[in-house]
């Protein structure tokens, strides 16, 4: 995903301190973990038990709006030094691996300074401070936070929210559906040290049907999957990931009527469904899972969300967890940047739509008439981490790259005819320039879906992107198809090897030889590394770009005026197919650069702070 202005970086920005300290454990020795919400009445609708606050603090006032229901959280706001501390004792269960705070924050200020913190907000469990927001948060709605707390696992302590303000002009903190989600752990940890990543080879089924304006979908999603460690597998995890965009437990995305085990509730802001199999899976065995499948487009220029007539469905598929020497990986949803982690699968999905409705989608497409009015698109990709679709009446204009590769651009109304034709040349030039130097475009067609009112920039899909009119942009989300798509990673704890590596590809597509670009360098902290997981960046999301993107590609390019233009090269084509529909850590890669050099590169390493 490619941020591509300051002001657009997801979140509103805002400082954080002490999250370098909470590493999530390894739950590979956890105990039994039953998923849990601990944060009660974290939506103030029943009055304010058990939270202690302020007199009034708790308010159903219409000076200031819910996030959802009627009452919320008001600290601060009177125009004079004053202090406000919204708390409660909270108990994470032992066993649980996974603990994550969410809660959606309103800041409203009369402060008129762009550079000065007058009046802060301090968010804390026990002593620990996990973050800080000022008057410079201040914004139009509602943002969602999140805090990844799994160091707490085993232990009570009180979470809090001080608002503190200054003598004069008013800033107002307004805290609404605060949660506190622990999950992870399991009945069936890993073998100690085993890297085996489970569920393995899934293959996905899917039957959708639109309404008429391509809004809602409704049918039924099967994934029939293997056990390919040697610890038994007991169970499995669905990300829902776009329920992040709704109101939990009020979602966009549901589940209903489950066969092939038992769902639990949904916990990590309910992305996470946890499934109970019948039967322990041993290794080399398979099971089969499926459920009937609802989807609701909320609005928005997002990765999910219809603009006017046209819609985004960017992960609204339910998609398998990963479980590896590290346990089950359910990270919370991030807008800063992707949480996203899966092994390559197969999907078979089938969309029945109104006809003058034009469906984008993943892997290569099939049109067939359906009912009176009514289109069916089967589209089948294989090897591929996820599925994305768009649905609307776009103007399409195709053609095909040198290397054989059918490019498709689809556009909204509002974007000329020529503004399209320009990024059908830079989309077939961006495709084969990144496979001349990674390896051959595997998925036969690419669909780049243009809207000028993406606030993100833009955002990959396998084979299937989302972008402005900007050539440096849509040649980036290309490059995603190799680093990402291809070359998997775990988005969340290592954004660097899909952004850094893509932004770099990005330069070499371009011309650009990034001479200099490391002199620039200037580190905000002793804690800043390029290789921070998201849970940092969405402390500091106001470095992420700059360190993630532009640091972390000028190291590569640094590593290539260390090594030579030739090893360089030579090195990532050799690392991409050897990482071909797998997954790349920084320890391979570092491990992998070394084999290719004779120069010693443990000081650039270190210098570059690229740890792992």
């Known amino acids: 995903m490619r941020r591509l202005l300051p002001a657009l970086t997801g979140a509103a920005l805002f400082a954080a301190t002490g999250l370098t300290a ?85 800041v409203d200020t009369a402060e008129t300074t762009t550079g000065t913190a007058y009046d802060k907000l301090a968010v804390k469990l026990g002593s620990t401070t996990l973050a800080t927001y000022s008057n410079l948060d201040a914004g139009d709605g509602y943002v969602h936070r999140t805090v ?15 608002g503190v303000e200054d003598a004069s002009l008013q800033t107002s903190f307004v805290l609404d559906d605060v949660t506190l989600d622990v999950s992870g752990g399991g009945t069936t940890p890993p073998q100690p040290g085993d890297p085996t990543r489970t569920p393995a080879a899934p293959a996905y089924t899917v039957n959708l049907t639109s309404d008429a304006s391509g809004a809602s979908w409704n049918g039924h999603e099967s994934v029939t999957f293997g056990n390919a460690s040697a610890a038994p597998l007991n169970e499995v995890y669905l990300r829902l990931w776009d329920n992040a965009h709704g109101s939990c437990p009020a979602t966009p995305i549901t589940v209903t009527n489950v066969t092939g085990g038992t769902p639990a509730p949904l916990t990590v802001n309910c ?16 099971g089969t ?31 398998l ?53 009514r289109t069916v698109t089967r589209a089948t990709a294989s090897k591929v981490r996820d599925f994305a679709w768009g649905a609307g009446p776009f103007a399409r204009t195709s053609g095909t790259s040198a290397a054989g590769v059918k490019v498709n651009v689809y556009s909204v109304a509002g974007i000329s005819a020529a503004d399209a034709a320009s990024m059908l040349a830079t989309s077939i030039s961006a ?52 680093w990402y798509g291809i070359v998997g990673d775990d988005e969340y704890n290592g954004p660097w090897l899909d952004e850094a590596f893509t932004d770099y590809a990005t330069d070499l597509a371009l011309g650009k030889t990034g001479n200099g670009c490391w002199n620039s360098v200037s580190w905000a902290s002793a804690a ?14 106001s470095r992420y770009s700059a360190v993630v993107y532009g640091y972390g590609k000028c190291a590569l390019h640094d590593l290539r005026r260390t090594i030579g233009d030739g090893p360089m090269t030579t090195l990532l084509r050799n690392y991409a197919q050897a990482h071909w529909y797998g997954v790349s850590t920084t320890a391979e890669f570092k491990a992998a650069a070394q084999a290719a050099t004779t120069v010693d590169l443990t000081s650039f390493w270190s210098q570059h702070r690229i740890d792992g």
């Open 22 to 106: 909470l590493a999530t454990p390894d739950v590979a020795s956890a105990a039994d973990c039953t998923p849990a919400q601990v944060v009660a009445n974290g939506g103030f609708e029943s009055g304010s038990s058990p939270w202690t606050a302020p007199s009034g603090a708790i308010t159903a006032d219409s000076g200031q709006s819910a996030h959802s229901g009627s009452s919320y959280a008001w600290l601060d706001g009177y125009g004079s030094s004053h202090t406000d501390t919204l708390s409660q004792s909270v108990t994470l269960p032992a066993g649980c691996g996974t603990a994550t705070l969410g809660f959606w924050l309103h």
């Open 148 to 162: 990844d707390v799994s160091a707490f696992a085993g232990r009570t302590a009180t979470l809090s929210f001080t």
């Open 271 to 286: 992305t996470a469904l946890r499934i109970a199999l019948p039967a322990p899976l041993a290794q080399g065995q398979s």
């Open 289 to 319: 899972v499926g459920f009937d499948l609802g989807i609701t487009v909320p609005s928005g220029a997002d990765r999910f969300g219809h603009d006017g007539a046209y819609n985004f469905l960017g992960n609204a598929l339910p998609v």
């Open 321 to 373: 967890a990963i479980r590896d020497a590290a346990g089950w990986h359910l990270d919370p949803y991030t807008n800063n940047g992707e949480s996203f982690y899966s092994v390559a699968a197969d999907f078979d999905v089938t969309l029945d739509h109104p006809t003058g409705l034009l469906v984008p989608a993943t892997g290569t497409s099939v049109d067939t008439p359906g009912t009176a009015g």
């Open 431 to 482: 495709v084969d320039a990144h496979a001349q130097r990674f390896g051959a475009y595997p998925y036969g067609e690419l669909d780049a879906v243009l809207d000028n009112n993406f606030w993100f920039g833009g955002m990959e899909y396998p084979g299937f992107v989302l972008d402005l009119v900007s050539t440096t942009a849509l040649t980036h989300e290309i490059g995603h198809q190799w």
């Open 528 to 541: 800043e590394r390029i290789t921070n997981s998201m849970a940092y960046w969405d402390a500091n999301s």
